[in-house]
């Protein structure tokens, strides 16, 4: 199985990053997951959505289509976002905007947000309500919000808060095994001739 994690935020070395780092090196515990791909946006900013995508223009397909094969290629998601003034940023949303082919379609994703503080849950209820309808992406009903995120997952374990360490080390295992086996299943939702873009290009 082969996961993609995408690191939301903007900023170089940002929080969202440290955290995705984190996930992709937990990952290759699992012997679930074959492959894992990191699209961090800090380091592959996109441009503004335009109408462009839609007439095939060749600046559109020559950016896209690396990324484009890799997500579809891909059997579940993690989403990291962090909370920017009570929002997840606006390159995530745009990164939502750009894949109609079905690259997301029916597979499962997990949603893990980050807080310098102990907010963290706007951004969840906001990739729930207006990221998925018509690249059909499947947010799991599990979540994992990493607040004070500053004092957990530092390689040093002296700049890590020990008990708020050992709980979200728990919860991320905890999220990722119900992950890989939404991943699983979701296969037999993919093969099973029930589900087309085709017929129904955009959601209701």
């Known amino acids: 199985m082969k996961i993609t994690i995408i690191s939301g935020s903007h900023r170089q070395n940002s929080q969202s990053t440290k955290i995705a780092k984190v996930v992709q090196s937990n990952l290759e515990s699992y012997s679930q997951c074959d492959a894992h791909y990191l699209f961090d946006l800090a380091n592959n900013p996109l441009p503004l959505w335009d109408e462009g995508i839609w007439e095939k223009d060749a600046k559109w397909i020559d ?6 094969n890799k997500l579809a290629s891909s059997d579940a998601f993690i989403v990291i976002s962090p909370e920017w003034h009570g929002m997840a940023p606006a390159g995530l949303k745009n990164f939502f905007l750009m894949w109609g082919k079905g ?6 994703a997990l949603i893990i947000t980050v ?35 500053e004092s957990v997952f530092n390689e040093g374990d ?18 990722l095994k119900q992950l890989l086996t939404y991943g699983e299943a979701f ?17 209701m």
Do not use: W
């Not at 950016?63 to 484009?68: A, E, K, R, Y």
């Not at 690259?103 to 499962?108: D, F, S, Y």
């Not at 296969?187 to 959601?203: A, C, D, E, P």
């Open 103 to 108: 690259e997301l379609a029916h597979k499962p």
């Open 115 to 149: 807080s310098s503080g102990d907010g963290g849950s706007y951004p969840v209820a906001e990739l729930r309500m207006s990221s998925y309808k018509n690249n059909r992406i499947c947010f799991l009903p599990e979540q994992l919000i990493i607040r004070n995120v």
């Open 63 to 68: 950016l896209l289509s690396p990324i484009s």
């Open 158 to 175: 002296k700049e890590n808060s020990p008990r708020e360490q050992i709980y979200f080390e728990n919860r991320l295992d905890y999220c």
């Open 187 to 203: 296969k037999q939702i993919r093969t099973s001739g029930t589900v087309s873009l085709k017929h129904y290009g955009s959601g």
